[in-house]
C-alpha cells in the first residue's frame, strides 16, 4: 500500500497535545480530518471532467494515520457493481473477482487511492493546515465545555492574565492539577473597588460556558453576581454548611449608578433550631466572620438581617440599620407598604440615593414607600388606597369580561362555520339525487 509521508509525525502529535492539554486521540482525530480535507481540496484541483462534488461526495473515504511510519494513506469504501458509473463510490464485480473469487454484488471493499507523495501539492497542505487549526480549536472548545458545564453556578479561583477593550482576561482552572482556561470578566462584572493587575488573584462567579464556535473565551465570570456571596458566607459560616442556618434571599446592588455610592448587599437568613441565632451565626465572634467576606469583595458593605414569614417584620428588618415604627400592609395584592419612621430615621430608611429602601424593596418583593410618622395622614392614605383598588378591581373585571366576549365571538363563529357546512353537505346530496332521478 502506498503512503504519503509526513516526517515529525509522532513528534507534532505529542508537541500539540501538550501544548493544547488535549488527549492525543483527540489530536490523531483532527489531524485525520484536516488531512481529509486536504484530499478533498486536492481531488477538487485535479477534477478535469468538471464533476459535480457536493457536501456528501467524499463521505466514502477516511484517512489512515501511520504514527510509527509517520505517514498516511487515503482509503475509499465502494460498493461492488455489475456496470460502474461512479468510479469514486463503485467498483465493477469484474475488477473484484480478479482478487478476491468469492465476491458478490452489493458487497463493499476498502481500497487504497492515497495519491503519489508529489500530487499532494501546496494548495491542499495550506487547505489540511487551515482545516487543523481550526478542528484543533473545537476540540479544545469542546473539552473545556465538557470540563466547567457542570461547575456553571459554582466559584473558582482565578488569575489576571491580560486585558483587553474593557474586560478582564483570567485564568482559571476546574480543580487541583488540572490546566488553566481563559475566563472573561466583562466590565459590568467587575467591582469597583478590585485592583485588577497581572497575575492577582480573585475568586469568581461561574455564570456562564459558552457554547458554539464564537471568538474569545468560552467561560463568563462575575465579581458582582450574588451567587458569590452566597458562596462565601457558606464557605466560612459552618452553620450554612451544615444547613443549620439558611440563606433565603439576597439583594446586591455592586455596581450602583452613581459613583457617589459604594456597594451593598442585603442578605437574608432564618433558622429552625431556637438555640442558634442565623444573624450571630453569620457575624462571627466581633465580626470575624463577615469581615473576611467583606475583606474579599474589597470593603462592600453587607446586611445580615433575620427573615420572617411576617411580611411586616421582614419589611422592618429589611430597612436595617433604621429604626422603624410601623409598617403598613396598604395592598397586599399589589405588594404595596407604607413604612412609617420617625423624622431623624428618614435619610438612614431611604439610605444614600436611595440604596437602602432599594435593596430592602428587591430583597422583601415588596414596594416600600417611606413616611415620616409626625406627617403621615392614616385617614387620607387609607382613602387614597381604597379608590386604587376601586379603580385596580373595576379594571379587572373589564378586562375579564373582554376575554369571555371574545370566547363568545369565537364559539359564534365556530357555530356558524359548522352550520355552513351542514347546509353545503345537504345541497350536495339533494343535488346529487336529483341527478340520479
Not at 490546566?179 to 467591582?191: G, S
Amino acid at each position: 500500500m502506498s503512503m504519503v509521508s509526513l516526517p515529525g509525525l509522532k513528534e507534532l502529535i505529542e508537541s500539540i497535545s501538550r501544548e493544547r492539554n488535549l488527549p492525543r486521540l483527540a489530536v490523531q482525530s483532527a489531524i485525520r480530518e484536516a488531512l481529509l480535507k486536504g484530499y478533498e481540496r486536492y481531488r477538487r484541483a485535479q477534477n478535469l471532467e468538471r464533476k459535480q462534488f457536493d457536501e456528501d461526495y467524499f463521505n466514502n473515504f477516511e484517512v489512515e494515520l501511520d504514527i510509527d511510519g509517520e505517514g498516511f494513506r487515503v482509503l475509499s469504501t465502494k460498493s461492488i457493481v455489475e456496470e460502474v458509473n461512479n468510479s469514486d463510490h463503485q467498483i465493477s464485480l469484474e475488477e473484484v473477482q480478479q482478487v478476491a473469487p468469492e465476491a458478490q454484488l452489493g458487497d463493499s471493499v476498502v481500497l487504497d487511492v492515497t495519491p503519489d507523495q508529489g500530487e499532494f501539492g501546496r494548495m491542499a497542505a495550506m487547505q489540511t493546515k487551515q482545516v487543523l487549526a481550526q478542528k484543533l480549536r473545537d476540540q479544545q472548545r469542546q473539552m473545556v465545555q465538557e470540563e466547567f458545564q457542570d461547575l456553571e453556578s459554582t466559584v473558582l479561583q482565578a488569575r489576571v492574565l491580560r486585558f483587553e477593550r474593557q474586560s478582564v482576561i483570567l485564568a482559571v482552572s476546574s480543580g487541583f492539577g488540572q490546566p488553566e482556561v481563559e475566563a472573561e470578566l466583562p466590565k459590568r462584572e467587575q467591582l469597583p473597588n478590585d485592583n485588577y493587575r497581572a497575575n492577582a488573584t480573585f475568586k469568581v462567579y461561574l455564570k456562564k460556558v459558552s457554547q458554539g464556535q464564537q471568538r474569545g473565551p468560552q467561560l463568563l465570570v462575575s465579581r458582582a453576581d450574588a451567587g458569590l456571596v452566597v458562596y462565601l458566607f457558606a464557605n466560612e459560616v459552618p452553620e450554612i454548611e451544615d444547613e443549620v442556618v439558611r440563606i433565603v434571599a439576597v439583594a446586591r446592588e455592586a455596581n450602583p449608578p452613581s459613583r457617589y455610592v459604594g456597594p451593598r448587599t442585603k442578605i437574608a437568613v432564618d433558622t429552625l433550631d431556637r438555640d442558634v441565632d442565623p444573624v450571630g451565626a453569620c457575624i462571627g465572634a466581633r465580626g470575624s466572620r463577615i469581615q473576611v467576606v467583606v475583606n474579599e469583595l474589597r470593603g462592600e458593605k453587607i446586611d445580615v438581617i433575620r427573615w420572617s414569614p411576617d411580611p411586616a417584620t421582614y419589611i422592618a428588618n429589611a430597612l436595617s440599620p433604621a429604626r422603624v415604627d410601623e409598617v403598613r400592609l396598604m395592598d397586599p395584592e399589589t405588594r404595596q407598604t407604607h413604612v412609617l419612621v420617625a423624622e431623624d430615621q428618614l435619610s438612614l430608611a431611604i439610605g444614600k440615593e436611595g440604596q437602602n429602601v432599594r435593596l430592602a424593596a428587591r430583597l422583601t418583593g415588596w414596594k416600600i414607600d417611606i413616611k415620616d410618622k409626625a406627617k403621615y395622614d392614616y385617614a387620607g392614605e387609607d382613602a387614597k388606597f381604597a379608590a386604587s383598588r376601586a379603580k385596580y378591581q373595576l379594571e379587572q373585571e373589564q378586562e375579564e369580561e373582554e376575554e369571555d366576549d371574545d370566547f363568545d365571538s369565537s364559539e359564534l363563529e365556530e357555530e356558524n362555520q359548522e352550520e355552513l357546512e351542514l347546509e353545503d353537505e345537504s345541497f350536495e346530496t339533494s343535488f346529487e339525487n336529483s341527478e340520479e332521478e
